[in-house]
């Protein structure tokens, strides 16, 4: 673990969200393997983009790094080359913005081909403006820092023509991965099952409602990791999951962040198929987090920007064991924990993404045995107990199909459906 000092400008527009914006940064932190040794804060009217802390300020950092023998500083708010430079200069550690950390993050946790290419090129990107002074060579290793050190002019000129060339390089590694993709999917999307993508806000509970799922369809043996740790989830799971004897596909994807370095978003462009090839987005919200009214709103206009707006969804409030923020509007509360409202969720889906077929569960006396048959035909049926006086059975199609199992219709339908049948 190595510390850093945590810095931040506070926008006196920004006040209420100052809070959320460095506890974030701290998570950031953790998630990359650093910890906070200190934390250094300024009150501004503006934010000077060309120098960040003033000179007062920037001396009493320049302390605190020597006191604490911190590494680096992480600056929360993100900085010009300038500024980023001038403090390097002042305090002699690196300097790492928030773009970089979420880098850094991507950069140690990607585990297939594609996000190690994906994150390459995101950080090659990033540091690219970032060599307009002479001797930079050092920043594509500590990825994207400031500091300008070394023998010149020219040596950055041939770097800038190494990190171009290597950057078309992965572009066309990266079409040809998405090409077999394409492939794969294309084959998939012949088996005509429906796609529905796990989406929200980093940590939110997207991959533990994934579990919670296969877990209701007694399948734990196909769960994906879950941790409390921002960016857990960067490589894109897709599992078979059933509910009212309907299949569809459940994608697991990379979490959003407010303020996604836009290097991202490009480079994990068919990482985020997952969503926009969606015919269902389940928008995940923790719903016992005081700040999920704005981690929504940054998941809403992500989705825009990734092209995935006009897709349906379902706004899913999960935690819902960790007590229920007040203020909370309508909309499926589950718990991923307890499995309360899970079936319910699933139900949803199904009959989301199924708007024109039903599900009833019928009790048919065995003198009804020759219309059940009949029916197979027609209906997806699923016995569920054989009793005395004939089958409890599960009943999937068409509406109008249906009609004329609704006089044999269970009266506790909806009770039944909450637990399982
Ligand atoms: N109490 C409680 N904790 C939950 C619930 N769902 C998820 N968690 C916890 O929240 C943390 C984050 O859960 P994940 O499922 O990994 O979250 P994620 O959205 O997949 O996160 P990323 O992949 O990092 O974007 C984990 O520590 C989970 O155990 C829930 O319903 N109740
Ligand atoms: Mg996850």
Request: proline share 3%.
């Amino acid at each position: 673990m190595s510390e850093v000092i945590l810095a931040g400008i506070c926008l006196k527009q920004d006040v209420h969200e100052f809070d959320g914006l460095m506890a974030e940064c701290r998570a950031l932190c953790a998630a990359c393997g650093r910890t906070v040794a200190a934390e250094i804060t300024q009150q501004s009217e503006s934010f000077d983009r060309k120098t960040a802390f003033r000179s007062g300020k920037l001396q009493e950092l320049a302390a605190l790094v020597k006191e604490t023998n911190a590494e680096a500083i992480v600056f929360a708010n993100d900085l010009s080359v300038a500024a980023g430079q001038r403090i390097e200069e002042t305090c002699g550690v690196r300097v790492i913005d928030r773009t970089a950390l979420i880098l850094d993050i991507f950069s140690l946790r990607s585990r297939t081909r594609q996000a190690k290419l994906q994150v390459e090129m995101a950080r090659l990107q990033y540091a690219l403006p970032r060599l307009s002074d002479p001797g930079e060579e050092e920043t594509h290793e500590r990825g994207g820092s400031y500091r300008s050190r070394g023998s010149g002019e020219q040596r950055s000129a041939q770097i800038r023509i190494t990190y171009r060339k290597r950057i078309r390089q992965l572009q066309k590694q990266l079409a040809e991965l998405e090409k077999q993709n394409w492939m794969t999917e294309n084959r998939r999307s012949k088996s005509e099952l429906s796609r529905v993508a796990l989406t929200g806000y980093t940590n939110a509970g997207k991959s533990s409602l994934l579990n919670a799922m296969l877990r209701e369809n007694a399948r734990e043996g196909l769960q994906v990791p879950e941790k409390d740790m921002l960016f857990a989830t960067l490589d894109t799971s897709v599992r078979q999951v059933s509910s009212q004897g309907r299949q569809f596909l459940l994608y697991d994807t990379v979490g959003f962040v407010s303020r996604l370095p836009h290097t991202l978003i490009d480079a994990f462009h068919s990482t985020l198929d997952a969503a926009r090839h969606a015919d269902l987005l389940l928008h995940v919200i923790d719903a016992s987090d005081p700040h999920w009214e704005e981690k929504a709103r940054v998941t809403e206009e992500t989705l825009q920007e990734i092209g995935a707006g006009s897709i349906p969804r379902i706004r899913v409030f999960t935690k819902s064991d960790l007590g229920i923020h007040k203020d909370l509007p309508e909309g499926i509360r589950v718990s991923a924990k307890t499995m309360q409202g899970i079936p319910e969720l699933m139900n949803q889906i199904a009959d989301t993404l199924y708007p024109e077929e039903e599900t009833l569960i019928c009790h048919l006396p065995y003198s009804a045995m020759a219309f059940l048959e009949e029916s197979r035909r027609t209906a997806q049926i699923e016995i569920l107990e054989e009793g005395e006086q004939g089958l409890k059975v599960r009943v999937s199609g068409p509406k109008v199909r249906l009609i004329p199992f609704h006089a044999y219709r269970e009266e506790r339908y909806e009770q039944d459906s909450m637990g399982k049948v």
